[in-house]
């Protein structure tokens, strides 16, 4: 499977405790996106990268979140002192930069903070 | 004004309906237009781009109106498979990712 691809796929984790997210996007896409998704809203844009480059952030994503992709390839998105709002399905995506702005999700992280 | 508006939903339909969903954007000077289809607990999914002439593919059809700022999405004949969220996606001012809105779920009956 060429496709996007996140692990991992389901955390439950004690409030105040980090986690981090993997995603390795389709292979020579140069864009790569996180988003975040509750129940019953739209995908929510929360930061971009252009190869290594952490290009913008949405104000979404607080102090407590980083986000980063240091070879240009698979990126890690890290929560730390998680809350219970930050209970969400994160979804990662990635888009060749060319022939407009088509992206492709990966199957989401589903993050329950207890 | 939020930047991109959904119809609120849910759509209920019987099978070989005709359905249509409507999407505004704040955005003027956005130039990418999608629709994604999300199935319960799934990842969103490229449906179709929508282009200024518009577009269609098989029983889909995807219109965009600049001047009043929409695009639309029309299903016909209807199938049981259709039933799912529909997620309208615009390009952001810079051009460099996508908004979505909130979704419209269709439920297709027997």
């Known amino acids: 499977d060429t496709g996007v691809s996140q692990d991992p796929r389901h955390k439950i984790t004690k409030r105040g405790q980090n986690v981090t997210f993997r995603c390795d996007p389709i292979s020579e896409h140069n864009r790569l996106y996180w988003y975040r998704q509750t129940l019953g809203q739209g995908p929510e844009f929360l930061t971009y990268f252009q190869n290594e480059a952490q290009l913008e952030k949405s104000r979404l994503l607080s102090d407590r979140f980083s986000a980063e992709r240091p070879k240009g390839s698979f990126s890690t998105l890290e929560i730390q002192r998680t809350e219970q709002g930050d209970s969400a399905m994160y979804l990662c995506a990635s888009s060749p930069g060319t022939g407009g702005n088509t992206i492709y999700f990966g199957e989401g992280s589903w993050l329950t903070v207890v | 004004r939020k930047e991109v508006e959904q119809d609120p939903g849910p759509f209920n339909v019987p099978e070989g309906a005709t359905v249509a969903f409507n999407c505004t954007y704040s955005?003027?000077?956005?130039?990418?237009f999608f629709w994604y289809r999300q199935d319960c607990r799934k990842e969103p999914k490229l449906l179709m781009s929508v282009y200024s002439s518009g577009n269609e593919d098989g029983r889909f059809t995807a219109q965009l109106n600049r001047a009043s700022q929409y695009i639309s999405l029309l299903i016909r004949d209807s199938k049981l498979s259709d039933s799912a969220t529909y997620l309208c996606?615009?390009?952001?001012?810079?051009?460099?990712?996508?908004?979505f809105g909130k979704g419209t779920t269709l439920s297709v009956s027997s």
């Open positions: 955005n003027s000077a956005s130039q990418s």
């Open positions: 996606a615009v390009a952001n001012q810079a051009g460099t990712a996508l908004i």
